[in-house]
């Protein structure tokens, strides 16, 4: 699953484009640099094999055409400063000339070449990336889209969690890629987060599959790429990659029901007597809801609303009052709980880890 | 309009000073019932420009909302109406109605006929495209949506299925989006059999095919176009409104239909679309260029034959919209090379034009610095396009940020600049008036600062992670100051097409006089009064040559000796 391509010519054309990375770089890494601690999530910073591979391509490409730009934009400058009319010759016209075959075949073979080029670099890499075969040691998850959250569901281990996918980091010692299977619960959504992978879409009827192998561990940001309604900008993608000890941890953890705390038993009636088991599910409950999220383990997530806001007791809080504080137009209702029924119920879920 | 000679000496002119109310309202009956090519064509300019200002406030609306993060300015509801508005009109009331306009106006008058082949079909054409607009734009009062009164569509201009269907779009707001498209379709239609049978049966003795202008064969291939691409785009409008209406399942997931069907139709429609916008404008160049460089276009049969090639190419690109959606890798490499070959038919063109202006002498007047900006423009959206075509790329770049500063590129950088180029060079012969000059220098250097502080920065936050269509972004993304920065350039553009707007207004009661031929050029158009008479041409004019008045002009060294 190496691509050779990139060990070979690869060096030579970094060095060409390096102008541009420059430019890139310090374009990233500014923005990054002032606006906090987390950075942009570049497709110039990659930390997984699909993203790697298609940034090396990349620079291939940026090379011939900024080559080609180098090149037509510098005759057509020079075209303009020493073919301009001039004061003193405004009367007589400049010969006319009506075109000359040899030039006109020189300039449509070279672009045919180019083309040659460019099709035999860019079909190696489609099928390298995407005809890859999954590995046994991989890791199997089901990504299936909602308007406007992410269910992430691995089959083999029988987890079921929302908007934070957790892997383990694939090393080159010990390679464990995370094939992702894409499904869609409604409308079209698109799987994008530019350091793992390129996108590719959830559509429904449609099941899709992509790859990703990250290289370290840490947390990358993504979101829904492809137009899914009213909340589209608010379908926030977090994916924490895990040492393999991390990753183990989680897993037994989520494995688990529902935590039980006999101190927040009037939060868990609520929940239990609410329209809240309409849609979610809390494992060793009565809950069985699909239509939301799984809440099994919300305590153990960062974030609620799929990115849209930090998972703390306040936030839960004015969540559950009226989601339209932080995501207009969210399709979880306002609850219409009394104040202590909020409280309750806000000290149920933050014992959920 | 004036009869410059009236027949009888010594009448005395009784016409009152001013307009009475009884005569108006006949001006404008003149206006509603005209079947005359050249004022139908200033009808479709006149609705296209009215429809380019209130897609660009649309425009500068999602660009103060996007300038910082989390901000209010807009609702997301409106900021999906609006994204969706401006896409859809600046394509269907803008592109399209400009296009046709200057093809209404340019090709009788080009070919030496006196209208164009059937000038009712005409008419209806153009007010089939002006019910369309004023529907899809009612839809802002009587959509009759989600929230509330009035609800324009929001499902981006693309409207992928199955967001269209009634379970995530209630309300009517998709239909009117739908019908007006399925109504100015079968305008668009019109008007391309029109300009087909104008060009094939219509030209003046002398007029070979390979002797009409660029402009004219360029609008013959774009007709041509549009018979095929528009029939996929109003098929898919039927079957939507079927879906919607009568219990379809063509797009309907939930009971077996296919999103992925939508998306080959739309885009079997879509991208040959994008090639009917620019086609034109390369026509536009490919008579403005010369004029201003005072050389014959440079290869001309190649020129043609490039442009047809383009035209069959366009047909085959459709899916590199679609390397996202999981077709095979076998299916994603046809669709690379096809796109990949494009580039050369275009990149012929882009050689001709400069190797038309090696050897000339290039005047810098407006409407050649609005080509020449395109030239460059136009040679980066080309290049950008490769980058998009190489598959895994793409799968990157695809509904990024990148992505609309590529295809702005195209549509700004290349067509709405030969646009303005286009009004700059031919706004004499219609209102027998020339644009202010200074006025357009400023108009263009500060639009065209303005694109670049706009759409240069935005393939970098694309590069940066940051998709379409999203109302507003995190601030710990770094997308920040890169959105506050093309924000400003939207900015400047504004200010620059406002300095336009006044530009066409004053120029027409206080420009200079512009004569029959103010810029010394060498198609038919030019041979007539400024504005053209009625019937075009006292008598039928004859060619020996793609510049008539090259020839005239020069009967010492003629263009006929020469052309192959």
């Known amino acids: ?353 | 309009m004036a009869d410059q000679t009236l027949p009888i000496a010594g009448t005395i002119d009784v016409t009152p000073r001013r307009r009475s109310a009884a005569q108006m309202l006949e001006w404008l009956h003149g206006w509603v019932v005209t079947v005359d090519h050249k004022r139908l064509g200033i009808l479709y300019m006149v609705y296209g420009i009215f429809f380019l200002l209130v897609a660009g406030v649309e425009a500068l609306a999602i660009r103060i909302q996007l300038a910082w993060p989390n901000n209010h300015f807009l609702s997301p509801e409106t900021y999906n109406e609006f994204f969706t508005m401006h896409g859809t009109t600046m394509v269907f009331l803008v592109g399209m109605t400009i296009v046709f306009g200057f093809g209404n106006y340019l090709v009788p008058l080009m070919v030496g006929a006196r209208d164009m082949a059937f000038p009712r079909l005409n008419a209806f054409s153009f007010w089939l495209t002006a019910l369309g607009g004023l529907l899809l734009y009612y839809s802002f009062i009587g959509g009759f949506g989600l929230y509330g009164m009035g609800a324009a569509p929001d499902v981006g201009w693309w409207a992928y299925a199955p967001l269209t269907a009634r379970a995530f779009s209630p309300g009517h707001a998709t239909d009117y989006w739908a019908l007006s498209l399925i109504v100015m379709g079968f305008g668009t239609l019109g008007t391309a059999i029109n300009i087909i049978a104008t060009t094939l049966s219509m030209r003046c003795r002398g007029m070979s095919l390979l002797r009409m202008p660029l402009f004219v064969w360029l609008m013959l291939v774009v007709s041509g176009l549009t018979l095929v691409t528009i029939t996929p785009l109003t098929a898919a409008q039927i079957m939507l409104t079927i879906d919607r209406y009568l219990g379809g399942h063509f797009f309907d997931t939930q009971a077996g239909g296919s999103a992925v069907v939508w998306m080959h139709f739309f885009w079997i429609f879509g991208h040959p679309e994008v090639y009917v916008l620019v086609m034109p404008a390369f026509g536009i160049a490919s008579e403005i260029i010369p004029v201003f460089s005072r050389k014959a276009i440079f290869g001309y049969p190649a020129m043609v034959a490039a442009s047809v090639g383009i035209a069959f190419v366009s047909l085959g690109v459709w899916a590199h919209h679609m390397f996202t959606v999981g077709m095979t890798s076998v299916g994603n490499t046809f669709f690379v090379l096809s796109t990949m070959l494009v580039g050369i038919p275009t990149g012929i063109k882009i050689f001709n034009w400069l190797a038309t202006l090696w050897g000339g002498k290039i005047q810098f007047r407006v409407p050649m610095l609005f080509c020449l900006a395109f030239l460059i423009q136009f040679l980066c959206a080309g290049l950008t396009g490769i980058m998009l075509s190489v598959a895994p790329w793409n799968w990157q770049l695809h509904n990024s940020y990148f992505v609309i500063a590529h295809f702005h590129y195209v549509l700004v950088g290349a067509i709405v600049f030969n646009i303005f180029a286009g009004i700059y060079y031919w706004y004499p012969k219609v209102t027998g008036r020339m644009l202010d000059e200074t006025l357009g220098k400023w108009h263009f250097w500060l639009f065209f600062i303005g694109f670049h502080v706009t759409f240069d920065t935005m393939h970098f936050v694309g590069f940066l992670g940051m998709p379409r269509s999203i109302y507003t972004y995190e601030p710990d993304r770094g997308w920040a100051h890169l959105n506050f920065v093309i924000s400003m350039g939207g900015m400047v553009q504004g200010i620059a097409v406002l300095i336009f707007a006044w530009n066409l207004v004053h120029s027409y009661f206080k420009g200079k006089e512009a004569g029959n031929d103010p810029w010394d050029a060498w198609t038919l158009e030019w041979a007539v009064p400024s504005p053209p008479p009625v019937y075009n041409f006292a008598a039928d004019p004859e060619v020996h040559s793609r510049r008539p008045l090259w020839d005239l002009k020069h009967p010492e060294d003629p263009d006929w000796k020469y052309e192959a």
């Open chain 1, 1 to 353: 699953m190496r691509f050779l391509i990139r060990e070979r010519a690869v060096g030579v054309i970094r060095q060409r484009a390096a102008g541009v990375l420059c430019l890139l770089a310090a374009c990233s890494m500014r923005a990054a640099w002032a606006e906090g601690p987390l950075g942009s999530p570049s497709i110039f910073a990659p930390s997984s094999t699909p993203a790697r591979t298609i940034l090396d391509l990349s620079w291939f490409v940026i090379a011939i055409t900024g080559g080609i730009f180098v090149t037509v934009g510098g005759l057509l400058a020079w075209a303009l400063i020493r073919y301009r009319a001039r004061k003193d010759d405004e009367l007589s016209e400049p010969p006319q000339i009506y075109g000359s075959t040899q030039v006109e075949m020189a300039w449509t073979v070279i672009p045919i070449l180019i083309v040659v080029v460019l099709f035999l670099t860019t079909t190696r890499i489609i099928f390298a990336i995407q005809d890859a075969p999954e590995p046994p040691a991989a890791l199997d998850v089901t990504v299936v889209g909602h308007q406007f959250w992410w269910e992430f569901r691995y089959p083999k281990l029988g987890i079921v969690t929302a908007n934070e996918l957790h892997v383990p980091v694939s090393t080159a010692q010990d390679p464990r890629p995370t094939f992702l299977r894409l499904m869609s619960a409604d409308v079209d959504h698109s799987f994008w987060v530019p350091e793992l992978a390129g996108k590719t879409d959830l559509i429904p009827n449609h099941p899709n599959e992509m790859w990703i192998d990250p290289h370290r561990t840490g947390l990358f940001l993504g979101q829904c790429a492809q137009f899914c309604g009213l909340e589209h900008a608010k379908m926030l993608l977090r994916v924490y990659v895990d040492t393999p000890e991390q990753f183990d941890a989680w897993v037994e953890q989520q494995k688990q029901a529902g935590v039980q705390d006999p101190a927040v038993a009037a939060g868990r009636h609520v929940f239990e007597t609410e329209a809240c088991t309409n849609c979610h599910t809390i494992a060793g409950t009565a809950a069985r809801g699909t239509f939301g999220p799984d809440l099994t383990h919300l305590a153990s997530r960062a974030t609620i609303a799929a990115g849209a806001a930090m998972n703390t007791p306040q936030n839960l809080r004015a969540w559950i009052q009226d989601p339209n504080t932080f995501k207009p137009g969210a399709l979880m209702p306002a609850m219409q709980l009394s104040d202590e029924q909020v409280d309750e119920l806000v000290a149920y879920l933050d014992t959920l880890h």
